[in-house]
C-alpha cells in the first residue's frame, strides 16, 4: 500500500503542474483554479449555493467568499430563492457565459496539449486509465449519511432501486415505500445514503426481525458506479450499525436474477439458508454471523483494570506556537512530561489506537505514536484536524491486516488534567450507538471529542481557522451525544504562564491527593479564569 500512496502522489504533483492548477491565473483567464472551477460547476448546472457547496465539498464561509469575488467581477448574480428566501440562487451573467465558453475553449486546447503527442493506442489507453482512476477516486471518497427512505434523496435512490428491479425480474413496489418509512428508521433500523458530490449514488437499509438479528433491505448502487467497490463499502456500514444495534446475525433475501449481488454477499462471508420470511418474490436466502467478527469496541476487564480491544483512533492536536505562553505548546513540561507525551499517554490509557501526534510550530516526537507534521499549522487548529484524519487512514493502509478503524477520539495537547476515563466514556458513547460524542464538564461540551468515521469528511470539510470540529457539531447537533465527564479530570486549558501554573498547581494536588479534590479545585479554578 506504501507504494500505491506513492503512485497517487506522484501523480498528483505531475497532474497539477500540466494542467495548470498551480499558475496564478488559471489557464490564463486572470482567475485562480477554485474561482474557475466554482465558476464551471454554475455554468454546468445553476441552482442554489447549497447545491454547490454540496457538489464542490467546499466550505460555506469559503464558498460565500468565492461567491462574492465572482459576483464583483460581474460574472454570476446571486438571488434569493423564489421558492424559499432563505436560500440563494447562483447563475451566470452575460458576461459570466462568455467567460464560461472561453474556459471551456482553453481546457479543451489544454487537454489536447495533453494527448496530441501521443499514438491513437497511447490516447484509447490514458482515457481508460483516467476513467477508472475517475470511478475509484470517486469510490474511494464517498461519504455515508443516514436519511429518512420516504423523503428527498433518499426516496429518488430507492425509486431507482425499485425501477431496476423492476425491469430485471418484475417486481412491483406497492406498499414498500410505507414499510420502509415504518421500518428502516431508528430505533431500531437506519438506511444509508452513499454521498458523492453531493448526489446519492447508492443506498442501503437495516431493520429489526428478531432478537439479535438484523435484515439488510434496498441495497442498490447506481450503474456508473458499479465495480468500484461501493457495494462492499456499503455492506460494511450496514454491518458496522448492525452491530450497534446489537445484532448478533445478518439476514438478507434476494431474487435471482441478480446474479452480481448475489457473488457479492457470498465473497462478503453470507451463506445459503432456507426462507425465512413469506418474500414472493426472493428466491434466495443468506445469513452472515457477526458474532465471529471484532466489534466497534471489544471490552474485556483484566487484572488491574480494564484491557480494551479497540479500533479507535486517537488523535492528539499539538501544533500551536503557543505565542502567550513564550514557548510552542508540544514542548511544554509539565511535571517532568511534555504536554504532547501527557496527551499521548491520557489517549493511550484510554484504549484508543493508533496514536496520532499533530505537531506544527515545533517538531515533537512520542515513542509509540505517529508524528503527522502540519504544513499549515499557522491557519489554525481545523487544519491539524484534517491533517490527523487523514494520516489515520494512511496508517490504516500501511498496515492491512489490522483492526478496521471505525472513529477517532481528538484531544488537545494544551488540556493536560482531561483523564483517560473520558476517553473510555466516549468510546462506550459510540459503543452503544453514538455517531458523535462529547465529553461535558457540568452539562459544558467541551473536548475530548470522538466522531465516528462515516463523518470524517464533513468534519474536515467544516473545519476552518482554529474551530477545529465545533462547525461540524454545531451544525449537526441531532448527531452529538454529551458524556458527562466533570468526575473524571478538568478541561481547564494552558494559554498563558499564569494557566501553566495554576495547572501545575492542580496536577500536583492530583498526584498527592486524588481525583475528587482535583475536581473541586479545578471548577474553582475554572471559574476563576472565567471570571478573569
Not at 10 to 15: I, P
Not at 278 to 290: G, V
Amino acid at each position: 500500500m506504501t507504494e500505491v500512496i506513492s503512485v497517487v502522489r506522484r501523480f498528483n504533483r505531475s497532474y497539477t503542474q500540466r494542467i495548470g492548477a498551480l499558475e496564478d491565473s488559471f489557464l490564463g483567464t486572470g482567475m485562480p483554479l477554485a474561482s474557475a472551477r466554482l465558476l464551471f460547476e454554475i455554468g454546468l448546472e445553476p441552482g442554489t449555493a447549497q447545491a454547490l457547496r454540496a457538489r464542490l465539498g467546499l466550505d460555506s464561509g469559503y464558498l460565500s467568499r468565492l461567491l462574492r469575488s465572482l459576483e464583483r467581477d460581474g460574472l454570476v448574480a446571486v438571488v434569493p430563492d423564489p421558492a424559499d428566501r432563505r436560500r440563494r440562487q447562483v447563475s451566470l451573467t452575460e458576461a459570466g457565459q462568455a467567460r464560461w465558453n472561453e474556459l471551456e475553449r482553453r481546457s479543451d486546447e489544454r487537454a489536447r496539449l495533453l494527448v496530441d503527442p501521443l499514438t491513437e493506442r497511447q490516447a484509447q489507453r490514458l482515457a481508460r486509465a483516467l476513467s477508472e482512476a475517475d470511478l475509484l477516486v470517486r469510490a474511494a471518497t464517498v461519504t455515508f449519511r443516514e436519511a429518512r427512505p420516504a423523503q428527498g434523496a433518499a426516496r429518488q435512490a430507492v425509486g431507482q432501486y425499485f425501477a431496476e428491479i423492476g425491469r430485471r425480474f418484475g417486481f412491483e413496489p406497492d406498499g414498500e415505500a410505507d414499510r420502509d418509512a415504518a421500518l428502516l428508521v431508528p430505533p431500531a433500523g437506519v438506511f444509508l445514503l452513499a454521498i458523492s458530490d453531493g448526489a446519492a449514488v447508492a443506498c442501503g437499509g437495516l431493520h429489526t426481525i428478531g432478537d439479535g438479528v438484523g435484515e439488510l433491505k434496498r441495497m442498490w448502487v447506481h450503474e456508473a458506479w458499479r465495480g468500484a467497490g461501493l457495494g462492499s463499502r456499503l455492506l460494511r456500514e450496514l454491518e458496522d450499525r448492525a452491530r450497534g444495534l446489537g445484532h448478533a446475525v445478518v439476514r438478507l433475501d434476494t431474487n435471482g436474477a441478480l446474479t452480481e449481488a448475489i457473488s457479492m454477499y457470498q465473497r462478503a462471508g453470507y451463506r445459503p439458508v432456507d426462507r425465512y420470511n413469506d418474500n414472493s418474490w426472493a428466491t434466495h436466502f443468506f445469513e452472515k454471523s457477526l458474532a465471529d467478527l471484532p466489534l466497534r469496541r471489544k471490552r474485556t476487564w483484566e487484572e488491574g483494570g480494564p484491557g480494551v480491544e479497540t479500533r479507535v483512533a486517537g488523535i492528539l492536536l499539538a501544533a500551536g506556537e503557543g505565542s502567550r505562553l513564550g514557548q510552542p505548546k508540544a514542548l511544554v513540561e509539565l511535571g517532568g512530561q511534555t504536554l504532547a507525551q501527557r496527551g499521548i499517554a491520557m489517549l493511550r490509557a484510554g484504549g484508543t489506537d493508533p496514536l496520532l501526534l499533530v505537531t506544527g510550530a515545533a517538531r515533537a516526537s512520542v515513542a509509540g505514536a505517529r508524528t503527522v507534521r502540519n504544513l499549515d499549522w499557522r491557519t489554525g487548529m481545523g487544519s491539524s484536524l484534517v491533517a490527523g484524519l487523514h494520516a489515520i487512514e494512511i496508517a490504516e493502509a500501511e498496515a492491512p491486516g489490522a483492526a478496521r478503524i471505525v472513529a477517532a477520539v481528538i484531544a488537545l495537547a494544551d488540556q493536560p488534567l482531561v483523564g483517560p476515563r473520558a476517553v473510555q466514556r466516549l468510546i462506550d458513547a459510540f459503543a452503544g450507538g453514538a455517531p458523535v460524542a462529547v465529553a461535558a464538564y457540568d452539562g459544558r461540551p467541551r473536548n475530548p471529542v470522538l466522531i465516528g468515521r462515516e463523518h470524517w469528511a464533513a468534519a474536515a470539510g467544516m473545519a476552518t481557522g482554529d474551530m477545529g470540529a465545533r462547525p461540524f457539531l454545531r451544525a449537526h447537533p441531532e448527531l452529538v451525544t454529551l458524556v458527562e465527564c466533570a468526575d473524571t479530570g478538568s478541561p481547564l486549558d494552558i494559554d498563558t504562564p499564569e494557566d501553566l501554573a495554576r495547572v501545575a498547581a492542580l496536577a500536583t494536588t492530583a498526584r498527592d491527593t486524588g481525583q475528587g479534590a482535583t475536581r473541586q479545585r479545578a471548577g474553582e479554578a475554572s471559574e476563576r479564569a472565567r471570571s478573569d
